[in-house]
């Protein structure tokens, strides 16, 4: 589709670049010497640069060198934890949680979770990620910076049940006001944190609610096999069984991490009425030292997507996922024992369409054709570890790095051009996080906001 040069000028053209397309099959191609054509937020057309030379646009980037991608999906991350970056290393999950994150998050103001939650956008938009799916407390505040950041995202406010019924009513009650908010960028679900922190009455609470408000639900489940071998020896199920019996599978779902799912498990995710999706997040596995990853293979064989994601800089240091999508192939190779999966190219379609299922906006973003949204990133191939080109999905996931991307655009507003962040100004918020840091951190007070047990 070309436009003709007598329509009102488009708001931004982007030409001379190599453009990622999916073909009606889904599978990844490449168009080189293409043009995007974008108005009203929305990606008008694909064409060649020719095609584009006579058409009014209110702004050009020439992207000579560079390939253009859908925006990367952070599918579940708890953005304002980059403020505990580096505070809890080498512990096993366990003191992890017990001896330093939880009682370090009792102390969390709103105002500490705006600022960690904006340099996580900074963070975020430099990598390449124009969404995220975050599930964290205070998430008014959240929604503020995204609001203001101009990024994209699934928010939910998460809750325990020893808050009593009052956290799930929270959640409920962020779900309704913020969804449709920053100009329809914000989307939200109901988050219980887990199986194992939230009972089984709470869980149903929470699929009935789902049902009746059209909301999806995002929650952490069979996180690791230490898990599911607990709930088995204390409940007798798993916790994706749990999911099950309490409704929650009959809800659209996202569940992070996974890799405590069981082979009893995939019928059971495979026959649940909602859409269900994964988000893995390698890096963090690795470091924690589980035995498993998220079985990406046979959950996709049961039809079941999975997203990459970052999980929070606690425990990941990171919330690149471009290094996600990198160790998601390589991890995959090793644990299955078969250098042929996951390919270069499987894992740009994990980064693009199965991220945008993952998070429910499969239908918008995820790829870039007519009619989606205008998330597109701008990756410079230039650089001498990128060269010579032999296989450009090969280059992209193995080659290329997150700081190659030079320029971030969501629905058609340019967040960063050439490196520069034109939303979000650094400086201040790491000036004011330090500063707030001494009473963050501060364990002598000995609560904590929840026991790990499992």
Same mark, same amino acid.
């Given at each position: 589709?070309?436009?003709?040069?007598?329509?009102s000028?488009?708001?931004?053209?982007?030409?001379?670049?190599?453009?990622?397309?999916?073909?009606?099959?889904?599978?990844?191609?490449?168009?080189?010497?293409?043009?995007? &054509?974008?108005?009203?937020?929305?990606?008008?057309?694909? #064409?060649?640069?020719?095609?584009?030379?006579?058409?009014?646009?209110?702004?050009?980037?020439?992207?000579?060198?560079?390939?253009?991608?859908?925006?990367?999906?952070?599918?579940?991350?708890?953005?304002?934890?980059?403020?505990?970056?580096?505070?809890?290393?080498?512990?096993p999950?366990?003191?992890?949680?017990?001896?330093?994150?939880?009682?370090?998050?009792?102390?969390l103001?709103?105002?500490?979770?705006e600022?960690?939650?904006?340099?996580?956008?900074?963070?975020?938009?430099?990598?390449?990620?124009?969404?995220?799916?975050?599930h964290?407390?205070?998430?008014?505040?959240?929604?503020?910076?995204?609001?203001?950041?101009?990024?994209?995202?699934?928010?939910?406010?998460?809750?325990?049940?020893?808050l009593?019924?009052?956290?799930?009513?929270?959640?409920?009650?962020?779900?309704?006001?913020?969804?449709?908010?920053?100009?329809?960028? &914000?989307?939200?679900?109901?988050?219980?944190?887990?199986?194992?922190?939230?009972?089984?009455?709470?869980?149903?609470?929470?699929?009935?609610?789902?049902?009746?408000?059209?909301?999806?639900?995002?929650?952490?489940?069979?996180?690791?096999?230490?898990?599911?071998?607990?709930?088995?020896?204390?409940?007798?199920?798993?916790?994706?069984?749990?999911?099950?019996?309490?409704?929650?599978?009959?809800?659209?779902?996202?569940?992070?991490?996974?890799?405590g799912?069981?082979?009893?498990?995939?019928?059971?995710?495979?026959?649940?009425?909602?859409?269900?999706?994964?988000?893995?997040?390698?890096?963090?596995?690795?470091?924690?030292a589980?035995?498993?990853?998220?079985?990406?293979?046979?959950?996709?064989?049961?039809?079941?997507?999975?997203?990459?994601?970052?999980?929070?800089?606690?425990s990941?240091?990171?919330?690149?996922v471009?290094?996600?999508?990198?160790?998601?192939?390589?991890?995959?190779?090793?644990?299955?024992?078969?250098?042929?999966?996951?390919?270069?190219?499987?894992?740009?379609?994990?980064?693009?369409?199965?991220?945008?299922r993952?998070?429910?906006?499969?239908?918008?973003?995820?790829?870039?054709?007519?009619?989606?949204?205008?998330?597109i990133?701008?990756?410079?191939? #230039?650089?001498?570890? #990128?060269?010579?080109?032999?296989?450009?999905?090969?280059t992209?996931?193995?080659?290329?790095?997150?700081?190659?991307?030079?320029?971030?655009?969501?629905?058609?507003?340019?967040?960063?051009?050439?490196?520069?962040?034109?939303?979000?100004?650094?400086?201040?918020? &790491?000036?004011?996080?330090?500063?707030?840091?001494?009473?963050?951190?501060?364990?002598?007070?000995?609560?904590?906001?929840?026991?790990?047990?499992?």
């Amino acid at each position: 589709m070309t436009p003709s040069a007598a329509d009102s000028p488009a708001d931004l053209i982007i030409s001379a670049c190599t453009v990622l397309v999916h073909d009606d099959q889904e599978r990844i191609g490449f168009e080189e010497d293409a043009a995007i &054509v974008v108005r009203n937020g929305v990606v008008e057309a694909v #064409t060649t640069t020719a095609g584009v030379a006579d058409l009014a646009a209110a702004e050009r980037l020439d992207a000579r060198g560079q390939v253009a991608l859908p925006g990367l999906i952070n599918c579940h991350t708890h953005a304002p934890m980059v403020a505990l970056r580096g505070l809890a290393e080498d512990l096993p999950t366990q003191e992890w949680f017990n001896d330093v994150v939880w009682p370090v998050e009792s102390n969390l103001t709103e105002r500490d979770v705006e600022l960690g939650a904006r340099l996580a956008c900074a963070e975020m938009i430099r990598a390449g990620v124009t969404c995220f799916a975050d599930h964290y407390f205070a998430m008014e505040a959240v929604a503020r910076v995204v609001a203001d950041c101009g990024m994209r995202a699934l928010l939910g406010e998460a809750y325990f049940s020893s808050l009593g019924p009052e956290g799930r009513e929270r959640s409920l009650e962020f779900a309704l006001r913020h969804r449709g908010s920053a100009d329809g960028r &914000v989307t939200t679900a109901l988050a219980p944190h887990s199986p194992y922190t939230v009972d089984d009455s709470d869980l149903a609470a929470t699929a009935r609610l789902a049902g009746e408000h059209g909301l999806p639900v995002h929650l952490h489940a069979a996180e690791n096999r230490d898990q599911t071998e607990t709930s088995l020896a204390r409940h007798g199920v798993t916790p994706i069984e749990v999911l099950e019996r309490t409704g929650i599978l009959d809800t659209d779902v996202l569940l992070a991490h996974g890799t405590g799912i069981a082979d009893r498990d995939l019928p059971v995710l495979e026959r649940a009425a909602g859409r269900t999706a994964v988000a893995t997040a390698p890096r963090g596995y690795l470091k924690f030292a589980w035995p498993d990853t998220t079985p990406v293979r046979a959950l996709r064989d049961i039809g079941v997507d999975v997203g990459l994601a970052t999980d929070g800089a606690a425990s990941n240091n990171s919330l690149d996922v471009w290094e996600s999508m990198a160790l998601t192939s390589l991890v995959q190779k090793s644990s299955e024992g078969d250098p042929r999966w996951l390919t270069s190219r499987q894992a740009l379609h994990h980064a693009t369409l199965q991220s945008a299922r993952a998070v429910g906006l499969g239908d918008s973003v995820g790829s870039i054709a007519p009619g989606r949204r205008a998330d597109i990133v701008l990756v410079d191939l #230039t650089g001498p570890h #990128t060269q010579p080109v032999h296989d450009l999905a090969a280059t992209l996931v193995h080659s290329a790095r997150s700081a190659d991307v030079r320029t971030a655009i969501v629905d058609g507003r340019i967040l960063m051009r050439d490196r520069t962040l034109l939303t979000i100004d650094v400086p201040a918020v &790491v000036r004011e996080l330090e500063e707030r840091l001494p009473a963050l951190v501060d364990r002598s007070h000995g609560r904590r906001i929840q026991d790990y047990d499992t």
